[in-house]
T-cell receptor, first 115, second 111 residues
Protein backbone atom coordinates (compact mmCIF):
# COMPACT_ATOMS: atom_id res chain seq x y z
CA UNK A 1 0.00 0.00 0.00
CA UNK A 2 0.87 3.66 -0.26
CA UNK A 3 3.06 5.24 2.39
CA UNK A 4 2.26 8.36 4.37
CA UNK A 5 5.06 9.70 6.52
CA UNK A 6 4.37 11.93 9.48
CA UNK A 7 7.02 13.87 11.35
CA UNK A 8 7.86 14.27 14.15
CA UNK A 9 6.49 11.22 15.90
CA UNK A 10 6.71 12.89 19.27
CA UNK A 11 7.20 16.49 20.38
CA UNK A 12 7.30 18.17 23.74
CA UNK A 13 7.02 21.92 23.87
CA UNK A 14 6.48 24.75 26.30
CA UNK A 15 3.15 26.49 26.58
CA UNK A 16 2.90 29.42 24.20
CA UNK A 17 5.20 28.04 21.54
CA UNK A 18 4.20 26.85 18.08
CA UNK A 19 4.69 23.36 16.73
CA UNK A 20 4.70 22.24 13.10
CA UNK A 21 3.77 18.71 12.07
CA UNK A 22 4.50 17.45 8.57
CA UNK A 23 2.57 14.89 6.57
CA UNK A 24 4.09 13.54 3.38
CA UNK A 25 2.80 11.09 0.81
CA UNK A 26 5.95 9.26 -0.21
CA UNK A 27 4.91 7.31 -3.28
CA UNK A 28 1.81 9.01 -4.56
CA UNK A 29 0.39 12.45 -5.11
CA UNK A 30 -2.30 13.32 -2.62
CA UNK A 31 -4.92 15.78 -3.76
CA UNK A 32 -6.51 15.68 -0.35
CA UNK A 33 -5.10 15.26 3.12
CA UNK A 34 -7.01 15.08 6.36
CA UNK A 35 -5.93 15.99 9.88
CA UNK A 36 -7.33 14.18 12.91
CA UNK A 37 -6.91 14.59 16.63
CA UNK A 38 -7.19 11.75 19.09
CA UNK A 39 -7.33 12.09 22.85
CA UNK A 40 -6.42 9.10 25.05
CA UNK A 41 -8.86 6.22 24.82
CA UNK A 42 -11.01 8.13 22.39
CA UNK A 43 -11.73 7.94 18.71
CA UNK A 44 -10.22 10.00 15.93
CA UNK A 45 -11.93 13.32 15.38
CA UNK A 46 -11.57 15.07 12.05
CA UNK A 47 -10.11 18.56 12.41
CA UNK A 48 -9.81 19.70 8.83
CA UNK A 49 -9.68 18.72 5.19
CA UNK A 50 -6.79 20.02 3.16
CA UNK A 51 -6.84 20.23 -0.62
CA UNK A 52 -3.69 21.04 -2.52
CA UNK A 53 -3.50 24.65 -3.51
CA UNK A 54 -6.57 25.81 -1.64
CA UNK A 55 -7.59 26.78 1.85
CA UNK A 56 -8.34 24.04 4.32
CA UNK A 57 -11.89 23.30 5.38
CA UNK A 58 -12.19 23.13 9.14
CA UNK A 59 -14.70 21.13 11.13
CA UNK A 60 -17.06 22.87 13.46
CA UNK A 61 -15.36 23.87 16.69
CA UNK A 62 -11.83 23.76 15.31
CA UNK A 63 -10.09 27.14 15.42
CA UNK A 64 -8.52 27.81 12.05
CA UNK A 65 -6.26 30.52 13.45
CA UNK A 66 -4.90 28.14 16.04
CA UNK A 67 -4.46 25.12 13.80
CA UNK A 68 -2.85 26.42 10.62
CA UNK A 69 -2.90 24.00 7.73
CA UNK A 70 -0.87 24.36 4.57
CA UNK A 71 -1.05 22.01 1.60
CA UNK A 72 1.40 23.65 -0.76
CA UNK A 73 2.23 20.60 -2.82
CA UNK A 74 0.70 17.28 -3.79
CA UNK A 75 2.98 15.44 -1.40
CA UNK A 76 3.11 17.67 1.66
CA UNK A 77 0.67 19.11 4.14
CA UNK A 78 1.64 20.77 7.40
CA UNK A 79 -0.31 21.42 10.57
CA UNK A 80 0.98 24.17 12.84
CA UNK A 81 -0.37 24.36 16.35
CA UNK A 82 0.09 28.00 17.26
CA UNK A 83 0.54 29.22 20.82
CA UNK A 84 0.13 25.72 22.13
CA UNK A 85 -1.44 25.13 25.53
CA UNK A 86 -1.61 22.00 27.69
CA UNK A 87 -5.15 21.29 26.47
CA UNK A 88 -3.73 20.94 22.95
CA UNK A 89 -1.77 17.91 24.07
CA UNK A 90 -3.05 15.08 21.93
CA UNK A 91 -2.21 12.54 19.25
CA UNK A 92 -2.42 14.17 15.83
CA UNK A 93 -2.82 11.97 12.77
CA UNK A 94 -2.87 12.80 9.09
CA UNK A 95 -4.23 10.82 6.21
CA UNK A 96 -3.98 11.20 2.47
CA UNK A 97 -5.65 9.96 -0.66
CA UNK A 98 -4.98 10.30 -4.36
CA UNK A 99 -8.47 11.28 -5.44
CA UNK A 100 -12.05 11.16 -4.25
CA UNK A 101 -13.21 7.61 -3.81
CA UNK A 102 -9.76 6.14 -3.33
CA UNK A 103 -8.52 4.62 -0.11
CA UNK A 104 -7.16 6.72 2.69
CA UNK A 105 -3.68 6.04 3.99
CA UNK A 106 -2.72 7.17 7.45
CA UNK A 107 0.45 8.54 8.91
CA UNK A 108 1.90 7.08 12.07
CA UNK A 109 0.79 10.01 14.19
CA UNK A 110 2.44 12.72 16.27
CA UNK A 111 2.16 12.76 20.04
CA UNK A 112 2.16 16.39 21.16
CA UNK A 113 2.78 17.17 24.81
CA UNK A 114 2.53 20.80 25.89
CA UNK A 115 4.06 21.58 29.25
CA UNK B 1 -25.99 14.29 14.78
CA UNK B 2 -25.26 11.15 12.88
CA UNK B 3 -22.80 8.85 14.56
CA UNK B 4 -21.10 5.54 14.34
CA UNK B 5 -20.85 3.59 17.57
CA UNK B 6 -19.72 0.29 18.95
CA UNK B 7 -21.57 -2.01 21.29
CA UNK B 8 -18.56 -3.24 23.28
CA UNK B 9 -15.68 -1.07 24.40
CA UNK B 10 -13.48 -4.04 25.39
CA UNK B 11 -13.24 -7.62 24.28
CA UNK B 12 -10.96 -10.40 25.51
CA UNK B 13 -10.52 -13.51 23.42
CA UNK B 14 -8.45 -16.65 23.93
CA UNK B 15 -5.66 -17.07 21.42
CA UNK B 16 -6.81 -19.24 18.56
CA UNK B 17 -10.47 -18.47 19.05
CA UNK B 18 -12.55 -16.33 16.74
CA UNK B 19 -13.52 -12.80 17.70
CA UNK B 20 -16.41 -10.63 16.60
CA UNK B 21 -16.39 -6.87 16.96
CA UNK B 22 -19.65 -5.03 16.39
CA UNK B 23 -20.52 -1.57 15.19
CA UNK B 24 -23.82 0.28 14.86
CA UNK B 25 -24.23 3.16 12.49
CA UNK B 26 -27.08 5.59 12.28
CA UNK B 27 -26.72 7.20 8.87
CA UNK B 28 -28.62 5.14 6.34
CA UNK B 29 -27.06 7.21 3.57
CA UNK B 30 -23.57 5.87 4.28
CA UNK B 31 -22.40 3.78 1.38
CA UNK B 32 -18.89 2.77 2.32
CA UNK B 33 -17.57 1.26 5.54
CA UNK B 34 -14.06 0.52 6.69
CA UNK B 35 -12.51 -1.32 9.61
CA UNK B 36 -9.23 -0.03 10.99
CA UNK B 37 -6.80 -1.47 13.49
CA UNK B 38 -4.83 0.87 15.70
CA UNK B 39 -1.94 -0.23 17.83
CA UNK B 40 -0.73 1.88 20.71
CA UNK B 41 1.00 5.06 19.57
CA UNK B 42 0.42 4.39 15.88
CA UNK B 43 -1.92 5.55 13.18
CA UNK B 44 -4.91 3.49 12.00
CA UNK B 45 -4.16 0.58 9.72
CA UNK B 46 -6.66 -0.43 7.05
CA UNK B 47 -8.07 -3.92 7.55
CA UNK B 48 -11.01 -4.38 5.26
CA UNK B 49 -13.78 -2.38 3.65
CA UNK B 50 -17.25 -3.00 2.29
CA UNK B 51 -19.65 -1.04 0.15
CA UNK B 52 -23.33 -0.78 0.90
CA UNK B 53 -24.28 -2.92 -2.09
CA UNK B 54 -22.63 -5.90 -0.41
CA UNK B 55 -23.46 -7.76 2.79
CA UNK B 56 -20.27 -9.73 3.25
CA UNK B 57 -16.64 -9.45 2.32
CA UNK B 58 -13.77 -11.69 3.25
CA UNK B 59 -10.09 -11.08 3.58
CA UNK B 60 -7.24 -12.97 5.10
CA UNK B 61 -8.59 -14.21 8.47
CA UNK B 62 -11.08 -11.34 8.53
CA UNK B 63 -14.67 -11.06 7.42
CA UNK B 64 -16.87 -7.98 7.46
CA UNK B 65 -20.63 -8.32 7.56
CA UNK B 66 -23.02 -5.52 6.79
CA UNK B 67 -26.67 -5.57 7.76
CA UNK B 68 -28.30 -2.50 6.32
CA UNK B 69 -31.70 -3.40 7.72
CA UNK B 70 -30.53 -2.86 11.28
CA UNK B 71 -27.57 -0.63 10.39
CA UNK B 72 -25.06 -3.00 11.83
CA UNK B 73 -21.49 -3.79 10.88
CA UNK B 74 -19.27 -6.50 12.29
CA UNK B 75 -15.68 -7.60 11.97
CA UNK B 76 -14.86 -11.23 12.45
CA UNK B 77 -11.28 -12.26 13.07
CA UNK B 78 -10.57 -15.95 12.76
CA UNK B 79 -7.95 -17.85 14.75
CA UNK B 80 -6.85 -14.82 16.71
CA UNK B 81 -3.18 -14.24 17.37
CA UNK B 82 -1.38 -12.08 19.95
CA UNK B 83 -0.65 -9.56 17.22
CA UNK B 84 -4.35 -8.97 16.80
CA UNK B 85 -4.46 -7.18 20.15
CA UNK B 86 -5.29 -3.56 19.34
CA UNK B 87 -8.12 -1.08 19.19
CA UNK B 88 -10.47 -1.59 16.28
CA UNK B 89 -12.50 1.20 14.75
CA UNK B 90 -15.27 1.08 12.25
CA UNK B 91 -15.68 4.10 10.04
CA UNK B 92 -18.24 5.25 7.54
CA UNK B 93 -18.15 7.52 4.55
CA UNK B 94 -21.08 9.44 3.20
CA UNK B 95 -21.71 12.58 1.26
CA UNK B 96 -18.53 14.60 1.03
CA UNK B 97 -16.17 11.71 1.52
CA UNK B 98 -15.21 12.47 5.11
CA UNK B 99 -14.55 9.51 7.33
CA UNK B 100 -16.48 9.31 10.57
CA UNK B 101 -14.95 6.99 13.10
CA UNK B 102 -16.75 4.92 15.70
CA UNK B 103 -15.73 4.91 19.36
CA UNK B 104 -13.45 1.89 19.12
CA UNK B 105 -13.19 -1.54 20.74
CA UNK B 106 -10.07 -2.73 22.49
CA UNK B 107 -9.40 -6.34 21.62
CA UNK B 108 -7.11 -8.27 23.94
CA UNK B 109 -5.88 -11.72 22.96
CA UNK B 110 -5.23 -13.94 25.94
CA UNK B 111 -2.29 -16.34 25.42
Amino acid sequence: GAVVSQHPSRVICKSGTSVKIECRSLDFQATTMFWYRQFPKQSLMLMATSNEGSKATYEQGVEKDKFLINHASLTLSTLTVTSAHPEDSSFYICSARKTVGEKLFFGSGTQLSVL
Amino acid sequence: GESVGLHLPTLSVQEGDNSIINCAYSNSASDYFIWYKQESGKGPQFIIDIRSNMDKRQGQRVTVLLNKTVKHLSLQIAATQPGDSAVYFCAEIFGNEKLTFGTGTRLTIIP
